[in-house]
Each structure stands twice: as C-alpha cells, then as structure tokens.
Antibody
C-alpha cells in the first residue's frame, strides 16, 4: 500500500526557516512526481511546489525564491525547505504523489499524506 | 498563476445532479487536458476523484463525471448523496510545468 507521512511542522517566527519532510512507502519517490500543497486555516488548497522524476523542480510564484523542494532517494523521502517565512505561510502542508499506472505518469495527485501544520507567528 | 475560478457554493437535494464549473485560461485549462478534481471532507486530506478531465481512478464512484469545453472544465455529481457534502477543488497543469488549483466549491446536500 502506498503511503505518505509528513513531519517537521511547528511554530516559527516570521523570517525564520523550517524544513518539513515527507516519508514515502510502497513506491519510490525518485520515479514519481511529488508535489507539496498547502491549505491556510479556513482557506482553499494552494499548490506550492513539485519535483518531477527527472529531478526538475517548479514553484508557485508565492513561494519562488524562498522554498526549495528536494528528495533523498536513499531515504525515500521528499523535503520542503522553507526560508524567509511569512505569517501568510501559515498552513497545513500536504505532500502528494502524482498518479501513475505502469510507466505512465499523470499530473493528478493520487496519494496524499495527512499533512503537517506550520504556524508562522511572532 | 492565478487560481482557477469555481463557484463558491452549489447545493442540491438527494438524488439530484449538480455541476461545478472550473474556469481557467489558454495557459492552463484551455491548452491541456490535464484537469483533475478533488473531494475534501472537513479535517481530511483531499481525495482524487477525476483525472485528465474525465477519467476516474480505481474505486471512485461512477456518479462522478468530468468534462471540458474551451477554458472551462466541469464536474458533475449525479444521484447526490449525503456523503457528497464536501469541498471540491479542480486543478490543472499549466504552461511552465506548474500546477494550479481552483478556488474551491462547497457542496451542500439539502
């Protein structure tokens, strides 16, 4: 069974840094499209970042230059390094795996973790 | 990267059908057949219900169907049930290899 478990959330002051992790089981992250999606309290879903199977990375304008997505294939884990945090970055952060059937990858996010909460406040 | 536009709320009675729209631009919905839809119950992670405009993942009820015309994608829920009461979000692949979500629609079963 494919599973994602996020960790590393917590409280951080504005301007600070935090790294959240997403440990995968049942599949390999290096051969998957892995996204980070966030949801501010009472708000909708916001796509934040993706790392494709070829290692290329892309970001939403709202986090570009401040957030970095990476993966450790040996640990089968994806990370989101968040720098220069702002109060508006307060959210539940989900990682999600792109759907795949056989060798075909899709952009749709088929497996989700339970989320980790990041609170940016003074 | 502006959010795709969805109606804030849609409601229907049990057994009825409802449709949620998702309007984008030539840079996302209009140019790619990579629209997906997600259902989210309160306090839960989102669940994929439609991918690539009109395909259902294994295990998703055939009461959910998707379509697209021009810059607008649609999700139809037929035979509305109490458990369908949730928030629904569309998502599209965009030029530049990014993704974007819709603003979200709250579905109420009357």
């Amino acid at each position: 069974e494919m599973q994602l478990v996020e960790s590393g959330g917590g409280w951080i002051q504005p301007g600070g840094s935090l790294r959240v992790s997403c440990a995968a089981s049942g599949f390999t992250v290096r051969s998957s499209y892995m996204s980070w999606v966030r949801q501010a309290p009472g708000k909708g879903l916001e796509w934040a970042s993706i790392i494709y199977s070829d290692g290329s990375t892309y970001y939403a304008d709202s986090v570009e230059g401040r957030f970095t997505v990476s993966r450790d294939n040996s640990k089968n884990t994806v990370y989101l390094q968040m720098n220069s945090l702002r109060t508006e970055d307060t959210a539940v952060y989900y990682c999600a795996r792109g759907l795949s059937y056989g060798i075909t990858h899709y952009y749709a996010m088929g497996v989700w973790g339970q989320g980790t909460t990041v609170t940016v406040s003074s | 990267q502006s959010a795709l536009t969805q109606p804030a709320a849609v409601s229907g009675s049990p057994g009825q059908s409802i449709t949620i729209s998702c309007t984008g631009t030539i840079s996302d919905v209009g140019d790619y057949n990579y629209v997906s839809w997600y259902q989210q119950h309160p306090g839960k992670a989102p669940k994929l219900i439609i991918y690539d405009v009109s395909n259902r993942p294994s295990g998703v009820s055939n009461r959910f169907s998707g379509s697209k015309s021009g810059h607008t994608a649609s999700l139809t829920i037929s035979g509305l049930q109490a458990d369908d009461e949730a928030d629904y979000y569309c998502n599209s692949y965009t030029a530049g290899r990014t993704l974007v979500f819709g603003t979200g629609t709250k579905v109420t079963v009357l």
